[in-house]
């Protein structure tokens, strides 16, 4: 039994006849005749009464048929309208996995500005530490992710968003403020509020304070970064972290970036999705948003304490950058 003779039939039986039936599947008479009766020996029993002069009068086979075929047309009909809605982005479901700073900071602009074109999209977020982002990749939970940390592996491939940098933070009252710089070997004696015990952030200040050999007194561990702002500005300790989640405060004078050495500060921002051909539209066109918005997203970087942000990285020249590392 094919959707091909269960079409005919139904236009047979809603268009009155044999020929009725041909113009609206755009046949001839003689194959839908055909195709009737070919659905008819399959079923074993007659579909329509043939004994009647009367346009067409089905049997109860028939008028059971009938009732299942028109539903099946139905939702093929339904299916074919959804397929349609979803290749042309006016339905889909779109899953986003982003480590805390960046679903905080940035995911917000990148989810609205998507969202102004394709308002039909529903989009589910999810936050959590970059090895569970990239093992819900793997496993298909999530189409694509907002990392600062990305695997070397050919399950992946990566673009850019925008490059950001690890800044060290202290309250305005904090002595350090005065200091031009620091090293990590200055800090044994501080305290040190710092991020869960699965963030790449927190192992990578773990394994600077082991590499020159300096304690590492956690005063408060696996905070949130709103949270870890708001006990730096009351002088409970410092902090490692990305400079896009102080910038307002450090302008305010909220929060001070404290020049220091022994870590590596360039942090760079990544979406990373699975390397197949099976992605969604909707992950396709997030991905087209993210290109476009990362030529106006800013690169933040601090030179001497102070923080510094050009709008468009690709406004940004090589005197700029020269400027920027040897301010005058």
């Not at 308002?119 to 907002?146: F, G, H, V, Y």
């Not at 592996?153 to 490059?163: D, G, L, N, T, V």
Request: aromatic share 6%.
């Amino acid at each position: 039994m094919e959707l091909m003779q269960l079409e005919m039939f139904v236009a047979a039986v809603e268009e009155g006849s044999v020929h009725g039936a041909a113009g609206r599947v755009c046949r001839t008479q003689p194959a839908v005749s055909m195709a009737l009766k070919k659905l008819e020996q399959e079923i074993g029993s007659p579909l329509f009464d043939r004994a009647g002069r009367i346009g067409i009068q089905l049997t109860p086979a028939g008028d059971l048929l009938y009732s299942y075929a028109s539903r099946l047309l139905a939702i093929r009909n339904e299916a074919h309208a959804a397929l349609e809605a979803l290749s042309k982005l006016q339905q889909g479901h779109l899953r986003i996995g982003s480590n805390e700073s960046i679903s905080s900071f940035l995911l917000p602009k990148l989810t609205h500005t998507f969202y102004e074109q394709y308002p039909n999209i529903k989009i589910e977020t999810r936050c959590a530490n970059s090895e569970q982002l990239i093992l819900e990749l793997k496993e298909r939970k999530i189409d694509l992710a907002l990392l600062a940390y990305v695997p070397e592996s050919s399950e992946f491939e990566k673009q850019p968003i925008m490059q950001d940098e690890l800044v060290l933070i202290a309250s305005p009252r904090h002595r350090l403020v005065q200091e031009q710089c620091v090293h990590i070997r200055d800090l044994g004696n501080e305290s040190i509020i710092i991020e869960s015990g699965s963030s790449s952030l927190r192992e990578q200040v773990v394994r600077a304070f082991a590499h020159y050999g300096t304690p590492l007194n956690i005063r408060v561990e696996s905070a949130t970064i709103d949270a870890i702002k708001r006990m730096v500005m009351m002088n409970t300790g410092v902090s490692f972290v990305p400079l896009m989640c102080v910038r307002e405060e450090a302008a305010r004078g909220e929060l001070v970036t404290v020049p220091f050495e022994g870590l590596s500060k360039e942090r760079t921002l990544w979406v990373v999705r699975r390397k197949d051909a099976s992605h969604s539209h909707a992950t396709k066109a997030f991905m087209r948003t993210i290109k476009k918005e990362a030529q106006n997203l800013p690169l933040i970087q601090q030179e001497n304490g102070v923080v510094r942000q050009f709008p468009q990285r690709s406004a940004l020249t090589t005197s700029n950058r020269r400027q920027l590392r040897n301010p005058r």
